[in-house]
């Protein structure tokens, strides 16, 4: 349940899209909507990369909100924070509590960065739910990304996925023997499952070698790429 | 606590990819010389780079009530050193930007700099320090993870402050600090009693493995 994302990356309009394409225009977008740094230009992007992954890639209004909701909630927080104690200049609004004021600047900043990111955010997500990660490597290793460094992404990508499903079955046998029941016993059982999971890794990692090796593995994944 | 997608200024995003930048090709370096000499450890730092992956995505019982998740970067650093750990970090935050929308692309070097390279140098030189000075390397873990973890937070303050030095870095700075002090603080905590429990139960299963990889105290080896 927790990838939803990659999932849906899998599934939807736009993944055999070209994900160079994709990769470029997000990366542009992100600079030029950082740049420009304007209050309608990432109104403007919000709403244009909105109906891009609600319209083009066709991916529910609720896994899209998902994505969202959790950066918004700490972006809520952190303008508020922003909007209240920092900045200098003129007070434009007193809330009378421990002499605590908006000024001009804070206002500014709070606004700023509010929009910026919200500006930014469909953005990621529109690489991030329409693109798997095995794309993204493969064009970033066409980038002149150091090879080594996208094999153990990409081997990488393949044990997370059997580390959470192993995880999931150890927290529910924990739990059905009230593993979670106090705090101590929380650290205790959290404990003992991260180091069962770092030493099953440490086999897995053996097994993976040799399973590499024995199909003559000399350093390089080849991909093969469909034709369209 | 990961800086959100678009909310350093453009400036800044530059300024922190071209620090990272320097610190992961010389991490890529390092990794180039360890895999040439052992083609196997590929696998190894895969699964551990998989390991600190997965470890962001448990949740640590935290005594405020927020709920937040171990970064694992002081165990990575202590077992594998600083400059491995900033590749795999690197990997793992780009990960955790695309897969859940934690972090994100813009800043990708500025949490780079505070998770992958800070947080990890800082628990690699205490663990290093503690264990020279004959300390158990148990009790060193828990500070390695535990100031690893702080520092962490006191970079991405530094990064903020400098983002937003407003009315001065200086006061930015500190109000940065206070916040992240009452909600930083126990889970640093709450990571180095953790970290303490999983390094118990390695040093119980896997001592030959700790010492290959040189990671415990010389009194223990």
Request: with cysteine; glycine share 6%; hydrophobic share 55%.
């Amino acid at each position: 349940m927790k990838f939803d994302m990659d999932y849906i990356a899998h599934n939807n309009e736009l993944t055999e899209f070209n994900p160079y394409v994709k990769l470029f225009l997000t990366i542009i977008l992100l600079i030029v909507t950082l740049a420009l740094d304007n209050l309608y230009f990432d109104v403007f992007i919000f709403v244009v990369m909105s109906i891009v992954i609600l319209a083009i890639a066709k991916i529910s209004f609720r896994s899209y909100f998902k994505f969202l909701t959790i950066p918004m909630a700490f972006l809520v927080i952190t303008c508020i924070f922003l909007l209240f104690f920092f900045g200098k200049g003129e007070v434009i609004y007193e809330t009378g509590i421990l002499g605590i004021v908006v000024t001009n600047d804070s206002f500014h900043y709070a606004v700023y960065t509010f929009m910026r990111v919200l500006g930014c955010l469909p953005i990621l997500g529109f690489l991030a739910l329409t693109t798997p990660i095995s794309k993204i490597l493969h064009c970033l290793r066409s980038l002149k990304i150091p090879k080594i460094m996208i094999e153990i992404a990409l081997l990488m990508y393949n044990v997370i996925f059997i580390f959470l499903n192993e995880i999931d079955t150890m927290q529910k046998a924990q739990n059905s023997r009230l593993g979670y029941h106090s705090y101590w016993t929380s650290f205790k059982s959290l404990g003992a499952l991260v180091s069962t999971i770092f030493l099953r890794s440490l086999d897995k990692s053996e097994t993976l070698q040799h399973s590499l090796d024995s199909r003559g593995y000399t350093g390089e994944l080849p991909i093969y790429e469909p034709r369209k | 606590m990961h800086i959100m997608e678009g909310y350093l200024p453009l400036n800044w995003c530059i300024i922190w990819f071209v620090i990272s930048f320097i610190v992961v090709a010389f991490g890529l370096y390092q990794i180039k010389k360890i895999v040439d000499e052992t083609p196997e450890s590929k696998a190894l730092l895969a699964v551990s780079g998989a390991f600190m992956f997965v470890l962001s995505s448990l949740k640590l019982p935290s005594v405020t009530g927020s709920c937040s998740h171990p970064c694992g970067n002081g165990l990575g650093a202590a077992l594998f050193g600083p400059a491995v750990t900033a590749v795999l970090a690197t990997i793992v935050l780009l990960f955790q930007a695309i897969l859940l929308a934690h972090g994100g692309l813009t800043t990708l070097g500025a949490n780079i700099f505070s998770m992958g390279i800070v947080g990890p140098l800082a628990a690699w030189l205490v663990y290093k320090g503690l264990t020279k000075a004959n300390i158990s390397s148990t009790i060193a873990i828990f500070f390695a993870a535990f100031l690893g973890d702080l520092l962490t937070y006191v970079a991405t303050s530094f990064q903020l402050a400098l983002a937003f030095p407003a009315p001065s870095f200086g006061s930015a700075l500190t109000k940065f600090l206070v916040i992240f002090a009452v909600t930083q603080v126990p889970l640093a905590i709450g990571e180095g009693l953790l970290t303490v429990i999983i390094w118990d139960r390695l040093k119980a299963y896997k001592p030959k493995l700790l010492d290959k990889l040189g990671a415990l105290a010389p009194n223990e080896a």
